[in-house]
């Protein structure tokens, strides 16, 4: 409850037909009252950390683990921009194996899609930055030498260049003809695929503790309301129910 205590209020005219009378309100917590961080504070990088959620870490666990408790982990989204937990919050891996086994069903280790494989020559200058999506079928032009891995190399002259197994599992063993073209790619499962968007969600900045309490105290000042015929206090103010009659 700790990030709604921080709301302000809003006296709401009673809907109800009977009430004893018009001045009757019921107190609420408005919900329409956000804050959100300007984007140039999230790239001062005295204010904020990077951080690497754990396994199977929850937002209140995180909060108590950074700032002495866990009713701040609502302070933990806010400054990682997070504004949807189920889908920007990173998966355990038991969850994150129903979610995918739930989605692709048996075709969970089918291919996703093809990338790139990242080419460099003999100099170690790239050639084609790896990880681009492309067709399976993609090609580029064979230079005369190249390895795909610590272990294979194939000389066709004497220039070189090197494929690198951006996952270390793959490994090309293929030769290939002088003047030819060669299919730098590598397919992405779908497991793989998901794995890596749930791993992805793991690195988020985070608000130094040094810097908490002066957050909860600007926080508070952008809360209050301004002065306005509505405005009854800095925390509250009251509306009108311009529906009061029924049908």
Known sequence: MGY????????????????KSSSDYIRVKNLFRRVK??????????????????EGARPDTVANQLYGASQYDWVLLITAGINNIKDQWPLNNE????FASEKYGTTLNDIHHYETRTV??????????????????????????????????????????NI?????????????????????TTGISNWEYETR??????????????????F??????????????Q??????IRTENTRLTGP
């Open 120 to 161: 460099k020559d003999a100099e170690g200058r790239l050639i084609l930055k790896g990880g681009q999506v492309v067709d399976s079928t993609f090609t580029i032009p064979a230079p005369y030498e190249y390895q795909t891995s610590a272990t294979s190399t194939y000389t066709k002259s004497t220039a070189s260049y």
């Open 37 to 54: 961080l300007l984007d140039w504070i999230s790239e001062i990088a005295t204010v904020f950390d990077k951080y690497q959620i754990p």
């Open 197 to 214: 968007k749930n791993t992805e969600k793991r690195s988020i900045y985070i608000l130094r503790p040094l810097y908490l309490q002066q």
């Open 4 to 19: 709604f205590n921080e709301l302000p209020d809003l006296d709401y005219q009673s809907p109800v037909l009977h009430k």
């Open 216 to 229: 909860l105290n600007d926080m508070r000042v952008v809360m209050h309301y301004d002065k306005s015929s």
């Open 231 to 236: 405005r009854l206090n800095s925390k509250v």
């Open 95 to 98: 969850e994150l194996y129903q």
């Open 164 to 184: 690198i197994s951006d996952a270390e599992t793959i490994q090309d063993t293929s030769s290939y003809s002088a003047g030819g073209n060669i299919n730098p």
